[in-house]
């Protein structure tokens, strides 16, 4: 999942490497790993083909092969994902699947070197934000033939994870979920304050706090100073009918009025005395375990959460529309195939079998706290049962990824997301804190496009 929650591992953990990016430090360690050529990516090899001998799709009847899988399921998701490669190497007998998990802050500055030293992954995980980097870097190959062979196509797929897998007119991911914020509240509270549903819209969930507020909530919509603050403000950007970034990702546009507007009503809930100042990293979700928040934003993945807090009552909804438009912010896993497995025919064959068998059960991925990215199986019975998997699903039509640009994660720390901590704990006013960190983040951009040949 997007965050997959940690086991609280300390201030710096996989919240800050998923979705919008991986953080400004651990990114310039990737690209000081390599940068852009005039050469295409991918250019050396197959592209993600491994037919022949070998047959296209499903199936490997090639020799015994070992294939190398990386990734960064730290928390809650690991299990799951450790039983379906258990499984998988179970049902063949020649293809042994070894899993390495790494905290994602490690992962993705190690994969680029391990990898050129053939000491890699063959497969991986990456969020789709980290796609563009990787690709540009010749880290991970293009995977279009792959697709085909494993007949895995557009209509099978939410439109926009399937577009946002594609850097260069080629693609480098593979769907497996998607994860976007959720709206959770705590239904003793709303009962308690005579709220009979969620709310849905500005006028509604203003309305709710106010209530809430009222009736013996001391602070019912905590606003965080940090994780997932800047998530919230993607969201609410994009509902105000702004975008964070150009249409080609080359220019932020970060303090347009729609950006100021959203983090505007961020910090308002704070002077509202909805939300106490200067919430702490995670606070809200502590808040939220022990019924002191009675409403919070977070991820799908915190549904297994909340499940294991004995005593809690809540419930999910997609997130209020506070702006003229419904928008949410979203991440995705992908699987990619590396420049290692690339190398051997028997491994890229062996990897499309096991790419192919992890998609056809992600109806047990989803378990982990995931929408499942294929429609075929969010169709299905056993997706149906899921039932907040299904209402987050209801939001798919308007997730908002970030744009497919190299280095693009490494502008997300030091600009948007230090602005909204910098207006939320008053230190700036919105507008200032978003000029700042529009000019910031141009600076990046510019320097990025150097670096990665863009």
């Known amino acids: 999942m997007g965050k997959d929650r940690n086991t609280n591992q300390g201030p710096l953990n996989r919240r800050q490497f998923l979705g919008l990016g991986a953080g400004a430090g651990a990114s310039m360690v990737l690209a000081a790993c390599g940068g852009g050529t005039d050469a295409p990516p991918g250019a050396g090899g197959g592209g993600g083909g491994g037919g022949g001998q070998f047959g296209e799709g499903k199936e ?15 928390g809650g998701d690991g299990p799951f994902m450790r039983q379906l490669v258990d499984q998988f190497n179970s049902e063949h007998q020649n293809i ?16 680029p070197t391990a990898v050129q030293s053939g000491n890699g992954p063959d497969i991986a995980i990456m969020h789709i934000d980290q796609l563009a980097t990787n690709a ?7 995977v279009d033939e792959v697709a085909t062979a494993l007949q895995l196509q557009q209509d099978d797929f939410a439109p926009a994870v399937w577009s946002a897998g594609v850097y260069k ?12 914020l959720l709206f959770y509240f705590n239904r003793k509270e709303m009962e308690a304050a005579g709220i009979s549903e969620p709310p849905k819209d500005r006028a509604s969930f203003e309305a709710a706090a106010k209530e809430l507020k009222g009736s013996g909530a001391q602070n019912p919509f905590w606003v965080t100073s940090t994780w997932p603050a800047h998530l919230m403000w993607w969201s609410l950007i994009h509902q105000f009918g702004g975008t964070p ?41 502590v808040a939220f375990r022990q019924g002191k928040n009675a409403l919070t934003w977070d991820g799908i993945w915190m549904m297994n959460e909340w499940a294991k807090v004995k005593g809690l009552e809540w419930g999910a909804a997609p997130l209020p529309q506070i702006g003229d438009q419904p928008a949410v912010w979203a991440s995705s896993h992908n699987f990619v195939v590396t420049s290692q497995a690339q190398k051997d025919p028997n491994k890229l064959q062996a990897s499309k079998v096991f790419i192919s068998w992890i998609s056809d059960h992600s109806i047990d991925w989803a378990k982990a706290g995931q929408i499942a990215a294929r429609a075929s199986v969010r169709e299905s ?18 997730v908002k990824f970030p744009p ?21 704990l008053g230190k700036k006013s919105p507008k200032a804190a978003l000029d700042d960190a529009t000019s910031k983040a141009n600076e990046l951009l510019a320097a990025n496009k150097k670096k990665y040949g863009g």
């Open 60 to 74: 490997y009847t090639g020799p015994n092969v070992s294939l190398a899988f990386w990734n960064g399921f730290t």
């Open 381 to 398: 019975p056993e997706f149906q049962e899921l039932e907040v998997q299904n209402i987050a699903a209801q939001q798919l039509d308007y």
């Open 136 to 142: 540009a870097r010749r880290v991970v190959i293009p």
């Open 96 to 111: 042994k699947v070894s899993m390495n998990v790494l905290r994602w802050e490690d992962f993705y500055p190690k994969v």
């Open 245 to 285: 970034y150009n249409e080609d990702g080359s220019q932020a546009q970060f303090n347009s009025d729609a950006g100021v507007e959203a983090l505007t009503w961020q910090v308002n809930n704070i002077q509202q005395g909805y939300s106490p100042k200067n919430v702490a990293n995670d606070a809200q979700a």
């Open 169 to 180: 007119e080629q693609r480098y991911g593979l769907p497996l979920d998607i994860h976007p």
């Open 404 to 424: 497919a640009v190299p280095g693009i994660g490494e502008v997300t720390a030091p600009t948007f997301e230090l602005a909204v901590n910098e207006a939320v």
